[in-house]
């Protein structure tokens, strides 16, 4: 039988559609020889005979091997196979797969949405995998893994492309799946490309990347790679001043505190879970303590036109007032307090019928108690102890608290009880420990890690968290403008967010929606200006449809529950369903993985870290 030369190198042949064909889903039937040469996932060309239209197509379902004579399901059949310790024969048997079809090619090599099927019994050619590489856009220096189905092909990304980090990342699943392995091999891959990495890590895990790894199965697992241990060449860790590191010997540690004047009193007011009368008053101490801050010169300094922008600049929504620290408010609670004690009414009635004449100041100001120097005097301090400088002047604090009083003495011992629990942390505006620089954490090519581990406290995480995530977006912003003003490109940068289900769990959203906002902002922003975020979670049931939706990537490694499965199958569309039932399978380090230079996801098995780990119980 002579065989045709245009279907010499064909390893099948599309079948007859059915009453239960799927549209962009074709079967493919093959001889027993030929299957050994498909598996999932790759790529293959059918050429239609009748028509003479050309398809590309992926693998989603077998090859399965099926009876020539019989059905599989069939007694003969079921009978040969179960006996045959007892019966020699067999069936011959064919292959079958379900075909994808990515697209029609055109005449000019281009891909485009098919309007067609392929006719039955057309040839269907296997791609090589430098023509597949290529249709499934693995392309650039960042290396993922192996694409599974594959003998060499890599999973790879540009980490210059626009369209790739600077969009948003999830690494999701169950606790084992391969996440902290997938996080590892990103940093180190991302720190080798140049990129500055910032990773929020609240165990510690990856306080010795700058070490090669040590773990036997690792170890065995780089060598089957043709890689070799190694750790990444520049390691910064910043811990909260007062906590420890799971590094404490580490070269380059740095302790770090917040500054208060950087929070915004509206977040603040939420991460300290305040009720409504409590806000009321919190947002009256902090006005007050603005207008004092004037007052003693503090800010904005007499005569600086730059202090009188930054002021009149001031977002209080994304961030606090310049130069307020937390010792300034707790000043000013505590004169309100002092104004509703019976020594304070007292005062107070006093100060009503004796008002204080001012001296070498003009006719038209009302404000009491100030010097020619602009500084004010107090020759008889009353009222309660001041650590701030306002200290200097107590009846000035007590006449602006007068100016604007207050009621209800609970709610005020309730704000200053909170207040003074957020002192007692000594994390704000510590002395000998400045606050985190983001310009250096932006350097090309170096890997920050914020050593949260010893803080025990999801509340005081996020107020680092939000701190610096602010702080690193507005120091990109600042670099971006620059860059573009030179005409030069400026220096990618990738966040890495551990247990982001602590951060943005849809509780945590809905008792902190300004928080939530300037993440969201961050998000957005982020994207035109090369900052992407990872968000890395083993509960993305706890995960809003806000966050999932600030994401175009995914890297998703096992997970189990099938109501999670099915969550995230509603959310994550470009993913098919033969990748899906797959996912409660996957093993360790195995992953599916949709990046938006992908033509479509693939399931990749992830390279193993090169890098240490601290593993955490």
Same mark, same amino acid.
């Given at each position: ?15 007859? @559609?059915s ?28 050429? =239609? ?29 079921? +009978? ?60 650039? @220096? ?6 599974s189905g ?5 999973a ?11 969009r /948003? ?5 169950t ?12 940093? /180190? ?14 165990? +510690? ?8 790894? @040590? ?15 190694? +750790? ?9 001043? +007062?906590? @420890? ?8 540690? /740095? ?37 004092l ?14 202090d ?34 019976d ?131 507005e ?19 990738l ?10 769990s ?10 939530f ?32 939706g ?16 099915s ?9 098919d ?16 993985? =949709? ?21 955490v119980?």
């Amino acid at each position: 039988m002579l065989v045709d030369p245009e279907s010499k190198d064909a390893v099948g042949f599309t079948h007859f @559609d059915s009453a239960g064909s799927h549209d962009n889903l074709v079967t493919v039937l093959m001889t027993r020889e030929d299957l050994l040469q498909l598996a999932s996932q790759t790529l293959v060309r059918i050429k =239609s005979r009748e028509d003479k239209r050309s398809y590309l197509g992926v693998i989603v379902r077998g090859p399965f091997a099926e009876p020539d004579a019989v059905s599989a399901s069939s007694t003969m059949a079921i +009978g040969v196979v179960s006996q045959g310790k007892k019966i020699a024969f067999t069936f011959d048997y064919h292959g079958r797969a379900e075909v994808e079809i990515l697209g029609e090619e055109t005449a000019g090599g281009k891909l485009v949405p098919p309007g067609r099927r392929p006719r039955p019994k057309s040839p269907v050619f296997l791609l090589g995998e430098k023509e597949s590489a290529a249709v499934l856009g693995m392309a650039g @220096d960042l290396c993922l893994g192996m694409v599974s189905g594959y003998d060499q092909m890599e999973a790879r990304l540009n980490p210059r492309d626009k369209s790739i980090l600077p969009r /948003h990342t999830g690494i999701i699943g169950t606790t084992g799946g391969g996440k902290s392995t997938t996080v590892a091999t990103l940093i /180190h891959r991302a720190q080798a490309a140049g990129i500055a990495t910032i990773v929020f890590d609240v165990e +510690g895990e990856y306080t010795h990347v700058d070490e090669p790894t @040590d773990h036997a199965a690792m170890l065995e697992a780089l060598e089957r790679r043709g890689q070799k241990a190694e +750790g990444v060449k520049e390691l910064h860790i910043h811990h909260l001043t +007062g906590r @420890d590191s799971r590094n404490p010997d580490h070269d380059n540690l /740095h302790g770090f505190s917040l500054n208060f004047s950087s929070l915004s009193p509206y977040a603040i007011a939420e991460i300290l879970n305040l009720s409504e009368a409590q806000q009321e008053r919190f947002h009256k101490a902090y006005d007050v303590t603005k207008l004092l801050l004037e007052d003693f010169e503090i800010f904005p300094r007499p005569r600086s036109e730059e202090d009188r922008q930054r002021m009149l600049d001031v977002d209080e929504l994304t961030t606090g007032y310049p130069q307020m620290t937390l010792q300034h408010l707790l000043d000013v609670v505590s004169a309100y307090l002092y104004s509703l004690s019976d020594e304070g009414k007292g005062e107070g009635r006093s100060r009503s019928r004796s008002p204080s004449k001012r001296k070498g100041a003009s006719e038209e100001s009302s404000d009491p108690d100030e010097g020619s120097d602009g500084v004010f005097e107090d020759p008889t301090p009353r009222g309660p102890r001041m650590l701030s400088e306002f200290g200097r002047n107590v009846g000035r604090v007590m006449a602006r608290v007068h100016a604007q009083s207050s009621k209800n003495e609970i709610s005020w011992k309730a704000l200053a009880g909170k207040l003074h629990q957020l002192r007692r942390l000594k994390i704000f505006d510590v002395a000998t420990a400045p606050g985190v620089d983001h310009d250096s954490m932006l350097t090309p090519g170096r890997v920050s890690v914020i050593d949260l581990s010893d803080t025990d406290s999801p509340q005081l995480n996020n107020l680092v968290i939000a701190d610096i995530l602010r702080g690193l977006q507005e120091t990109q912003e600042a670099r971006y403008q620059r860059a573009s003003a030179g005409g030069k490109p400026v220096t990618p940068v990738l966040i890495i967010l551990e247990e982001a289900h602590e951060f943005l769990s849809a509780s945590r959203i809905s008792q902190m929606p300004v928080l939530f906002e300037q993440v969201a902002r961050i998000a957005k922003r982020g994207r035109k200006r090369w900052l992407g975020l990872v968000f890395v979670t083993q509960l993305p049931q706890h995960l809003p449809n806000e966050v999932l939706g600030l994401l175009n990537n995914f890297i998703i490694h096992k997970i189990t529950d099938s109501s999670v499965i099915s969550r995230m199958q509603r959310t994550v569309g470009s993913i098919d369903a033969g990748l899906w039932e797959r996912v409660s399978q996957l093993a360790p380090g195995q992953a599916i993985v =949709s990046f938006s230079n992908f033509t479509r996801p693939l399931m990749v098995a992830v390279d193993p870290a090169p890098v240490k780990r601290q593993l955490v119980d």
